[in-house]
């Protein structure tokens, strides 16, 4: 009985954090985005620097009507909201925040973790499909040529984590975890972080969704709620990248002080600079293009991530 | 040039990007907060009608004729017993209509009696155009805003009519001096032959 308790409770608490993480990830970038173009951003909202936009965006998009186009395939196109959305709340499970702190203990956690987000991608596929919109299908051909691209450096980069710390398991590497390795793997985590932006297609990835060119790709036949849950998604996927990011190249949980009972504050910490950078990626740089975005994933992310698995084993035979 | 470090480009950009966030914006919170507007902004005609001699020049000289006058004359009877009765511009209406005025202010540079100046205020938009023409009580209302003239600069010239009323004051004060000496000169001389 206690148990059953205890994983209610545990569920509960990480749909809570799925439902609030990616909404204040949302404002900080709103309000980050404008100041860092000289504005103020959104000001009206709640009274206080317009903290509450996005709960009148939702209540906006929930008041909206819900539209399937007539030759789309209204299964598939009606399902595609869900797929995407729901992998990252799985995800979350699975992200240790502190030690005994973690939704469900998956021993195959990194493996898990990486299946699971290329699931999300799946939902803009057949939102691009089933749309019936020439837009949508290049949009979700497109997700289709960057998943295949980025997926390969991030899986690499995430492996040799796992080999630095002889496990699949995010609890066990974070248990493994020492400073060094943050220099030791550093390349290895930028890869990672950036493979991770362009499968969520933020920008400078945003190739799939460049809405000066395909409207808004595969999600351009979208309205109301539906729309809401993909933008919803991506905010979502921004979290737990960087809380994969987190745990797996940061040290998690650990931190120069305040060890005991304060583990989640730096992992939280952690996540949320991450995120800003995220942010600050997005204002900074410009889309790239298509053969661009291919040319840095094979030609560069790939060596790189080799070269980092490489570096692992070395370091690894050295220290037995 | 110095041969480029790679990336440097990428990490301008992240500079530029953090340093404007810790700028302060640009943003104009009108509503919530009034502009600062300059000295001198032309945001509404006001008319100071105790100076108006209804002479039209500021009617005639609008491009976009948007100016409307009427008046009537009055007979003002003699001032001295004997003397000519004169007649008087009176101003019967005076109205700007502000849906076809272009704000040029030749009304106001034209004015040869300092009857119309510029008001800084811009608030008065309406639900209906005809409500943009703007009566004399209106005009002369807008007429507590306006602003005082700015302060001369330091070794100006003085301004023409202070220098006339000074002028006149010291030509009075030297005719009384001179009427005083006169006085005390005369007296002695009066008393000298006794």
Same mark, same amino acid.
């Given at each position: 009985?206690? /148990?059953?308790? /205890? ?11 799925? *439902? ?52 789309? /395939?209204?299964?598939?196109? %009606? ?42 991608? &799946? =939902?803009?596929?057949?939102? +691009? ?16 040529? %960057? &998943? ?39 390349? +290895? ?38 729309? #809401?849950?993909?933008?919803? !998604? ?9 809380? *994969? ?6 040290? =998690? ?14 992992? &939280? ?22 053969? %661009? ?7 560069? *992310? ?19 | ?45 006001? *008319?100071?009608?105790?100076?108006? $001699? ?20 009055? $007979?003002?009877p003699a001032a001295a017993p004997g003397g000519r009765e004169r007649s008087r ?35 008065? !938009? ?28 330091? =070794? ?8 006339? #009323? ?10 009384? #001096?001179?009427? #005083? ?14």
């Amino acid at each position: 009985m206690t /148990d059953a308790l /205890d994983v209610a409770v545990r569920l509960l608490l990480v749909f809570v954090a799925f *439902l609030v993480l990616p909404l204040v990830v949302g404002q900080t970038e709103h309000k980050v985005m404008a100041h860092m173009q000289g504005r103020l951003g959104p000001m009206y909202a709640g009274g206080f620097h317009g903290w509450a936009q996005l709960v009148a965006d939702g209540v906006k998009f929930a008041q909206k009507e819900d539209v399937v186009p007539k030759d789309a /395939d209204r299964r598939v196109f %009606q399902l595609a909201p869900a797929v995407a959305l729901l992998p990252y709340l799985l995800v979350l499970v699975a992200i240790p925040v502190a030690p005994g702190s973690v939704g469900a203990v998956v021993d195959a956690g990194i493996f898990f973790a990486l299946a699971v987000m290329g699931v999300g991608v &799946l =939902g803009s596929l057949m939102a +691009g499909w089933a749309s019936a919109n020439k837009f949508s299908l290049l949009g979700g051909l497109r997700t289709a040529a %960057q &998943l295949l691209a980025y997926e390969l450096p991030m899986l690499l980069a995430a492996a040799s984590v796992a080999m630095a710390a002889g496990t699949v398991s995010l609890t066990g590497v974070l248990d493994a975890f020492a400073w060094w390795w943050v220099p030791w793997q550093i390349v +290895g985590a930028l890869v990672f972080f950036v493979a991770g932006l362009a499968e969520l297609q933020r920008p400078p990835f945003d190739m799939p969704v460049a809405d000066s060119e395909i409207i808004f790709g595969a999600y351009t036949e979208y309205t109301g709620l539906r729309f #809401a849950l993909f933008l919803l !998604a991506e905010y979502a996927g921004i979290v737990v990248l960087c809380a *994969l990011t987190t745990v797996l190249f940061l040290g =998690g949980w650990h931190g120069p002080w305040g060890d005991d009972g304060l583990g989640w504050l730096w992992t &939280l910490l952690k996540t949320a600079v991450l995120a800003f950078v995220v942010i600050w990626l997005r204002v900074s740089y410009p889309r790239l293009r298509e053969d %661009q975005l291919q040319k840095l994933a094979w030609t560069v *992310l790939v060596p790189l991530a080799l070269a980092q698995i490489a570096l692992t084993g070395i370091v690894k035979v050295a220290i037995n | 040039m110095s041969p480029k470090i790679p990336g440097s480009g990428l990490a301008k950009g992240l500079a530029v990007t953090l340093r404007t966030m810790t700028r302060k914006t640009v943003t104009a919170q009108y509503p919530d907060a009034q502009p600062e507007l300059p000295p001198r902004s032309r945001g509404v005609i006001a *008319l100071f009608e105790e100076n108006c $001699t209804v002479c039209m020049l500021c009617a005639r000289e609008c491009p976009d004729w948007c100016i409307y006058i009427d008046s009537h004359k009055e $007979t003002v009877p003699a001032a001295a017993p004997g003397g000519r009765e004169r007649s008087r511009n009176v101003l019967d209406r005076f109205a700007i209509d502000f849906s076809l005025c272009m704000y040029c202010g030749i009304c106001i540079e034209v004015c040869p009696f300092d009857a119309l100046f510029w008001s800084p205020e811009f608030e008065y !938009a309406e639900t209906d155009i005809l409500e943009l023409t703007h009566e004399r009580d209106k005009l002369r209302a807008w007429m507590w805003t306006v602003p005082e003239p700015p302060a001369l600069d330091p =070794g100006a010239e003085e301004p023409k009519e202070i220098a006339a #009323a000074r002028k006149a004051a010291e030509k009075a004060a030297a005719a009384a #001096a001179q009427a #005083a000496a006169d006085a005390q000169a005369d007296a002695p001389q009066q008393e000298g032959p006794q």
